[in-house]
């Protein structure tokens, strides 16, 4: 199984920068598509935005449109998530997940490989 593992998340002030990544260690990804989501405390988890890995088009939330850019390389197998423009809002867990290629892209049931999630913090 392709194990994932998030790192870059941080506190940061209103307005800055932060760029996620995920990894899979030894193994080049084979999913359909590669997805960030994230859960704030008390709500469910949300879906942020995702990149399709072998054409690699790209979709995003309406709340992160403008501000988050996903982008993968290949010969790293890895994912980022720069995060610009950030507001108090943003603050969360963030999880990164491989799907398989079946389901939604938008909703967590079709992604079968999860992140431990990393915390990122934006204050005001």
């Known amino acids: 199984q392709v194990q994932l593992v998030e790192s870059g998340g941080g506190l940061v002030q209103a307005g800055g920068s932060l760029r996620l990544s995920c990894a899979a260690p030894?193994?080049?990804?084979?999913?359909?598509?590669m997805g960030w989501f994230r859960q704030a405390p008390g709500k469910e988890r949300e879906f942020v935005a995702t990149?399709?890995?072998?054409?690699?088009?790209?979709f995003y939330a309406d709340s992160v449109k403008g501000r988050f850019t996903i982008s993968r390389d290949n010969a790293k197998n890895t994912v980022y998530l720069q995060m610009d423009s950030l507001k108090p809002e943003d603050t969360a867990v963030y999880y990164c997940?491989?799907?398989?290629?079946?389901?939604?892209?938008?909703?967590?049931?079709?992604?079968?490989?999860w992140g431990q999630g990393t915390q990122v913090t934006v204050s005001s």
């Open positions: 997940a491989a799907h398989s290629g079946s389901g939604n892209l938008y909703y967590t049931n079709g992604y079968n490989y």
């Open positions: 030894g193994r080049t990804f084979s999913s359909y598509a």
């Open positions: 990149i399709r890995w072998s054409y690699g088009d790209t």
